[in-house]
């Protein structure tokens, strides 16, 4: 499957779009912001599926080059925090390699505004920047779970499990000739 060069396919279920202020931006993690990070917490029915911030840290620390962990920021104020991975393979995928996005925590009270959009849109140009063709993500299946979330932007599930998590691509449009 190939990733067109456009933007995600619209939103069928989101209510809202993503802030438009040229102050929201994704930022690189330096010694100066850490604590920012650390303090994104999800609504408390979330925990069971987003992994706390200081563990996709950790897994950026040992995986240089492969992890790409940035706090959402809009207007100087942390709203959320993700990481992305870039160019990995998994054991039985015959050489494929993928990139995608791990692990996207939005604040609990910043939820519904658009930085979870803005976050899949952020890595997916990234994705593409990079030479990617697919967006891959996983989630945990659950009530209060990301799967509406994921459904809304487009995407399926490939009927992969990564553990107890669905893996999923977006459900690419047809390029336009």
Known sequence: MQWPRAE???CARATTTPPTTSALRLEEITAANPE???????RPEQEFAASPVVKSLAEAYVHPGVAWPRPIVDDGRPVGFLTAFFGIGRRGDGGLIRSGLWRPNIQ?????????????ESVARQVRDRGGEEL??????GAHG??????????RDTGERSG??????PALERVRK
């Open 136 to 141: 891959y993500v996983t989630r945990h299946p």
């Open 164 to 169: 107890d998590e669905t893996v999923g691509v």
């Open 146 to 155: 990301p799967e509406d979330f994921h459904l809304g932007l487009g995407f």
């Open 108 to 120: 609990a009270g910043e939820q519904g505004r658009g930085y979870g959009r803005f976050a899949v």
């Open 8 to 10: 995600l396919p619209s």
């Open 36 to 42: 920012a990070a650390l303090g994104i917490r999800v």
